[in-house]
């Protein structure tokens, strides 16, 4: 991939928003870069099956071009924006959208003094027991670990940190939010290792007298965890894109958007892509399919001088025939249009 080409629209994000909405520009005939700072997104790391992994691959199969790397910087200019991205060269764009969640961090549900005593963001070294566990495993019980590892986190890097943990503990559990995750390899793999798959979400914390975490989930599980994973979390953030961007932030630091996801920034739209809850993909992907159609719509104002009447009618005409049936009215119909 030419490192230096432009586009008519960069995506920062590949879960649900950020893949619909790259579906939906890319059938436009839009030229389209979907980052996925995870890594964990592009077409060929999904799992086989799911919503995710066929609006990933039918994106890209429309023209949408998938590179995968932290995002290091992002800025727009009176003419363009440019995203650079780790190991992933520069890339400049006429508008973009950030289809991201969160700011990694800590939780809100882990106890205070629990990171870096007994959570931790991987699996490492000496440090993949929590020093509570290591204290109370007697010293000729080495090579037979007793202490229990859950791994939190929305999918594969979750699995991938338990799978690193197996050996290392004597129970190994991964809960995670994607169904889509389920059944992927690394699910697999941890099963068949002897670990445990759960689909969940982690909601409290607290901790015991012996030092064990006790983790509560919204189906009512309880879950003890002598040493607990978090991957992503607490991971050292650069100066935040809505800054970088200077986007105007609401009280908790969130853009600050109208209902088609525009942004104080002219050139850029904002989606959230919290897909966690059971029908988070729906409410995610409608999402970016709303922003999406802003773009196109923006775009074609844009070229037409849509300043006058007529030119914008003609541009919205313009949409719906560009659109064609990938329109979507709302989540009633997003199994056929975003699926």
């Known amino acids: ?31 389209v870069l979907v980052a996925s ?43 363009n924006a440019r995203l650079r991205i780790r ?9 973009v959208l950030l289809a991201v969640g969160h700011t990694p961090g800590l939780p809100s549900w882990l106890p205070a003094g629990a990171w870096g005593r007994c959570a931790f963001d991987r699996p490492r070294g000496g440090a993949r027991r929590s020093r509570a566990a290591a204290a109370r495993v007697p010293a000729g019980a080495r090579g037979r670990p007793r202490d229990v590892c859950v791994s939190v986190g929305r999918g594969v890097e979750a699995l991938e940190s338990a799978l690193l943990s197996v050996g290392h ?32 979400l982690v909601v409290a914390a607290m901790e015991l007298p012996s030092g064990t975490l006790k983790l509560l989930t ?53 989606v959230r892509d919290d897909a966690g809850a059971a029908d988070g993909f729906s409410r995610a992907a409608a999402d970016g399919l709303v922003a999406a159609r802003s773009i196109v719509e923006d775009i074609l104002l844009s070229s037409s001088g849509g300043a006058a009447t007529g030119a914008g009618a003609s541009a919205r005409r313009g949409l719906r025939r560009s659109l064609g049936s990938r329109t979507v009215a709302g989540p009633a119909r997003l199994g056929s249009a975003a699926g």
């Not at 129970?171 to 690394?186: E, M, N």
């Open 218 to 270: 919204t189906e009512g599980r309880e879950l003890l965890a002598d040493t607990l994973l978090l991957p992503g979390a607490g991971a050292p953030v650069r100066r935040p894109l809505t800054s970088l961007l200077a986007l105007s932030v609401d009280a908790r630091g969130n853009p600050r958007t109208s209902s088609s996801g525009r942004t104080s920034n002219p050139r850029v739209w904002h």
């Open 37 to 79: 700072p995870g890594g964990g997104d592009a077409p060929s790391a999904l799992p086989p099956a799911g919503p995710l992994a066929r609006t990933v691959r039918e994106a890209a199969g429309d023209g949408a071009e998938f590179v995968r790397g932290e995002v290091l910087d992002i800025r727009t200019s009176g003419t």
């Open 87 to 95: 190991g992933g060269g520069s890339f400049t764009g006429d508008r």
């Open 1 to 31: 991939m030419d490192s230096e080409r432009h586009y008519d629209v960069l995506v920062v994000g590949a879960g649900a928003a950020g893949a619909s909405a790259a579906r939906l520009l890319a059938g436009s005939g839009r030229r």
């Open 169 to 200: 503990a004597g129970r190994v559990t991964a809960v995670i939010s994607d169904p889509d995750a389920l059944d992927c390899d690394q699910a697999w793999r941890l099963r068949r290792s002897g670990g445990n798959v759960v689909r969940d």
